[in-house]
Antibody, heavy 122, light 109 residues
Framework: EVQLVQSGAEVKKPGESLKISCKGS????????IGWVRQMPGKGLEWMGI????????RYSPSFQGQVTISADKSISTAYLQWSSLKASDTAMYYC???????????????WGQGTMVTVSS | AIRMTQSPSSFSASTGDRVTITCRAS??????LAWYQQKPGKAPKLLIY???TLQSGVPSRFSGSGSGTDFTLTISCLQSEDFATYYC???????????FGQGTKLEIK
């Protein structure tokens, strides 16, 4: 079964750092892009960025460029989303997602992680 | 960046109704358009991709159409399980860059 399993919920204070993870299984992890999507409480979906684990090619939405870092460790089939200094406005659910195709263009996201809730509060 | 605008933002309907949600892209995106359904507390679910291709396992009462800048999602006969929020998403660019619409919340009348 193809699946993405995300790390558990986090509660952090403003200014702290954080790295959340997304582990892929049941497919060739290095052959598919993995994207990250933010959903703030009661709000819509926002695409943050995407990484190709095969060569670590990474693209960011202009809205998130410089705010987060996306990375991957292909040896353990895991993608990451990290912050160096969290803000209260980073409080949100974060999803990782895999597109339909390993070829170009990769297409829509058909496989989603279960989501990681990040709460930033003093 | 390509912007996606959905309408309406929210909508009330009854089971058995036929409903249509529209999505407009700020520039032409050919047929690189997907629709997702999201229920509270759940991850989004892919319904339609390539503007009109039904994802495996999705009921045939869902359909999509359009190309270029204007797209529609139609639910032909609303069922109780269809009350949810729907999002369009473009994936026109390569290297991949995606944009979601703001969402349409479909509520029971």
């Amino acid at each position: 079964e193809v699946q993405l399993v995300q790390s558990g919920a986090e509660v952090k204070k403003p200014g702290e750092s954080l790295k959340i993870s997304c582990k892929g299984s049941g497919y060739s992890f290095t052959s598919y892009w993995i994207g990250w999507v933010r959903q703030m409480p009661g709000k819509g979906l926002e695409w943050m960025g995407i990484i190709y684990p095969g060569d670590s090619d990474t693209r960011y939405s202009p809205s998130f460029q410089g705010q987060v870092t996306i990375s991957a460790d292909k040896s353990i089939s895991t993608a990451y989303l990290q912050w160096s200094s969290l803000k209260a406005s980073d409080t949100a659910m974060y999803y990782c997602a895999r597109p339909l195709y390993s070829s170009s263009p990769p297409g829509a996201f058909d496989i989603w992680g279960q989501g990681t809730m990040v709460t930033v509060s003093s | 960046a390509i912007r996606m605008t959905q309408s309406p933002s929210s909508f009330s309907a009854s089971t058995g109704d036929r409903v249509t949600i529209t999505c407009r892209a700020s520039q032409g995106i050919s047929s690189y358009l997907a629709w997702y359904q999201q229920k509270p507390g759940k991850a989004p679910k892919l319904l339609i991709y390539a503007a009109s291709t039904l994802q495996s396992g999705v009921p045939s009462r869902f359909s999509g159409s359009g190309s270029g800048t204007d797209f529609t999602l139609t639910i032909s006969c609303l069922q109780s399980e269809d009350f949810a929020t729907y999002y369009c998403q473009q994936y026109y660019s390569y290297p991949p860059m995606y944009t979601f619409g703001q969402g349409t919340k479909l509520e029971i009348k």
